[in-house]
């Protein structure tokens, strides 16, 4: 199904499942479609209402409430949960795939995603007014001579008040559930589905820990992270699930240089001045300049965002398997068998009588949301 063309409207009723930046997203977009109602299932506190740059105070859900640990994670690695999700501390970054990474979809998704009306320039389209720093700026000689481009932001700056504002689709989705019947947000952790005569039914577990049950749905929309979509399905179907994964890990550093020809005009710490993509690496290097030191010595700011691997030979295994013990073990290791990532994350499970593993290499990496309909 397509979530944001017409196909949409052949579902009357849809639950998203997870209420972060991709269900979110989902949920508002059609939404849009008349006579199309919407249901969000998000366990996570909604204690927020915008960008968190506008608010540096502590909320319930900032804390990690999914902790995983092993060696080459630094400390306090986990999952947070709130309405929202990653949306409201982002930097607002939007960079498509490029033509290279899209070589070997099919014809039809490259031009969905990168043609002259694909879903890329209808982003920069909707948001450009709104998010003026998604368009391109002139970038200074000196940042031009050393291959730095222009990063879009989906953000604002207001240089007046100096506040920066990334865009979240959680203001649209509060206003939405405020004043339309068809638009809905349900606090709860979904843990299963199940189909039946009338649909899909999502088996649900409330704040307070007692079982729920939201029942008739059209079509469900996973977009409950990666490995929380797949130990969903883990729990549907009561066996263990072995797919890919893809991941990616960044690596910052504040570098101090003599005095020079600046890079650019320091403007917010969130508003990178641009980035340089190094292909050889899977890499794209984000760079901004700070205010010079009283001495007139430079600060520069990197950050390495950088993808595990440039195709499937490098993507990592993830084995989600229900327990006996009414948990979830989740283990996320290389295909060639050396552990990256071991992640032991406890939920409640209404089935824990897994026995045997299914291979499900139909869901694709990268993808943030899986579609289940009638």
């Not at 694909?118 to 003026?132: H, I, K, N, S, T």
């Not at 969903?232 to 550093?253: N, P």
């Amino acid at each position: 199904m397509d979530i944001f063309g017409p196909e949409a409207m052949m579902h009357r009723r849809v639950a998203v499942i997870g209420g972060g930046l991709a269900g979110l997203e989902a949920a508002v977009r059609m939404a849009s479609h008349p006579g199309i109602e919407v249901e969000v299932v998000e366990t996570g506190p909604s204690t927020r209402r915008r960008h968190v740059n506008w608010d540096t105070s502590t909320h319930s859900g900032d804390e990690k409430v999914r902790w995983w640990s092993s060696d080459g994670w630094g400390f306090d690695g986990g999952l947070s949960e709130r309405l929202g999700g990653r949306s409201l501390c982002y930097h607002g970054v939007l960079l498509g795939l490029t033509p290279e990474e899209l070589g070997d979809w099919h014809p039809r998704w490259q031009e969905r995603l990168s043609g002259p009306r694909g879903l890329y320039a209808q982003v920069c389209d909707e948001l450009g007014p709104g998010f003026p720093e998604l368009r391109g700026s002139s970038l200074s000689a000196a940042a031009t001579r050393i291959g730095i481009r222009h990063a879009p932001q989906a953000a604002r700056y207001d240089d007046r008040t100096g506040q920066f504002e990334a865009y979240s689709p959680l203001p649209e989705a509060l206003r939405l559930a405020a004043v339309s019947d068809r638009f809905r947000i349900v606090r709860g952790r979904a843990l299963s589905l199940r189909r039946t005569r009338r649909g899909w039914d999502v088996d649900v577990e409330t704040p307070a820990g007692t079982p729920s049950t939201r029942r008739g749905f059209d079509a469900c929309v996973l977009a409950s992270s990666a490995i929380g979509n797949i130990q969903i399905l883990a729990r549907t179907t009561g066996e263990s699930i072995t797919t890919t994964i893809t991941d990616h890990f960044c690596v910052g550093a504040l570098v101090r240089i003599e005095a020079g020809e600046s890079l650019g005009a320091f403007r917010h710490p969130m508003l990178w001045m641009g980035y340089r993509p190094v292909p050889a690496l899977s890499t794209n290097v984000f760079v901004l300049e700070r205010p010079a030191l009283p001495n007139g010595d430079r600060l520069i700011s990197l950050m390495a965002v950088i993808e595990q691997g440039s195709g499937p030979a490098d993507f990592s295994t993830l084995m989600v398997q229900p327990s006996s013990t009414g948990g979830m073990a989740t283990t996320h290791h290389n295909d060639d068998g050396l552990t990256r990532r071991s992640r032991s994350c406890r939920a409640g499970s209404p089935r824990a009588s897994a026995s045997s593993e299914r291979d499900l290499p139909r869901f694709a990496p990268r993808h943030n949301c899986v579609v289940f309909d009638r």
